[in-house]
């Protein structure tokens, strides 16, 4: 399997990104999807998820809830993180995660960097 990440980049306080992840060669529907974001000397944490197609459940970290929504669309095996409102406290590199099972994907990062 891939997970290919992209849209990050530099944007101001207040602005907004969107992050996508491709999946390939995976049985889209079966898998969680989920965002993390690791910065330089911190641990990875968790930001979204969307579970598989039988519960569709999505959560948010506390620190992006009613900033961030996370979607996804199955016919082009597809998930996206809208980030709006960008902290700096925000900049990190997001990380897309695949996982059914024992079977785990990651994709290589993508960098955000919020800033003036």
């Known amino acids: 399997a891939q997970v290919v990440e992209s849209g990050g980049g530099l944007v101001h306080p207040g602005g907004s990104l969107r992050l996508s992840c491709v999946v390939s060669?995976?049985?889209?529907?079966?898998?969680?999807m989920s965002w993390y974001r690791q910065g330089s000397g911190k641990e990875r944490e968790l930001v979204a998820s969307?579970?598989?197609?039988?519960?569709?459940?999505?959560e948010y970290a506390e620190a992006v809830k009613g900033r961030f929504t996370n979607s996804k669309d199955n016919l082009k095996e597809t998930v996206y993180l809208e980030m709006n409102s960008l902290t700096p406290e925000d900049t990190d590199v997001y990380y897309c995660?695949?996982?059914?099972?024992?079977?785990?994907?990651w994709g290589q990062g993508t960098p955000v960097t919020v800033s003036s």
């Open positions: 060669d995976v049985t889209f529907g079966l898998y969680q």
């Open positions: 969307i579970t598989d197609d039988f519960s569709n459940k999505i």
């Open positions: 995660n695949a996982a059914f099972g024992a079977l785990d994907y």
